[in-house]
């Protein structure tokens, strides 16, 4: 849905994750072979990779500031700690952090960037669009980091023309 370059580094992973499902016309890409193979799942893995996608688009909204109901960023820390991750040291002396279990698993590698992604102040720039029928996935990278939607001349052209006949309407009427 978005205009915006993918986010940097091993974001990317996340972001494409989140963006696996099309909200407004329900596509989710986990159903299909190709989805799938992007992420290196199998059929048995789409259940838990869903879950892990939107706990991941749950802490996205959070990051931009909004906080759906029945929601919450709890569900994202249970499953990471399904991740355990542990300091390696190269033979240069450069240390990594690195799954603990299996590191072709979609989850120790979420782990992983998130891990990255935090110690680098990343992170919270991944966010989710603020319009309900979206919630795509975006890296903001406006200086003040306040970005509300995924594409201003989608999303955010939406908002504001419901926001401008909201105020146009006439009192007690609909337009």
């Known amino acids: 849905m ?9 974001l990317a992973l996340v972001e494409a994750l989140v963006n696996t499902l099309d909200i407004e016309t329900g596509a989710d890409a986990l159903d299909t072979e190709d989805g799938r ?11 838990a ?3 892990l996608r939107e706990a991941l688009r749950t ?18 820390d249970h499953l990471l700690a399904d991740a355990p991750l ?4 190269d033979a240069r002396g ?14 120790c590698r979420v782990a992983t960037v998130i891990a990255a992604a935090v110690a680098d102040g990343t ?29 201003m001349s989608v999303c955010g052209a939406r908002a504001k023309m419901r926001a401008y006949r909201a105020r146009r309407a006439p009192e007690g009427g609909t337009s």
């Open 59 to 76: 802490v996205c909204l959070a990051h931009a500031g909004h906080h759906p109901p029945g929601r919450s960023t709890a569900v994202l």
């Open 49 to 51: 990779a869903r879950e």
């Open 2 to 10: 978005t205009d915006r370059p993918p986010a940097p580094g091993g």
């Open 123 to 151: 992170w919270a720039r991944l966010k989710a669009c603020e319009a309900a029928d979206c919630e795509w996935a975006y890296y903001d990278r406006s200086p003040a980091g306040r970005s509300r939607w995924c594409s």
């Open 86 to 89: 542990r300091l390696t040291v």
């Open 37 to 47: 193979a992007a992420f290196g799942l199998t059929e048995r893995d789409v259940s």
């Open 94 to 107: 450069v240390a990594a952090l690195r799954p603990a279990t299996d590191p072709d698993a979609l989850l």
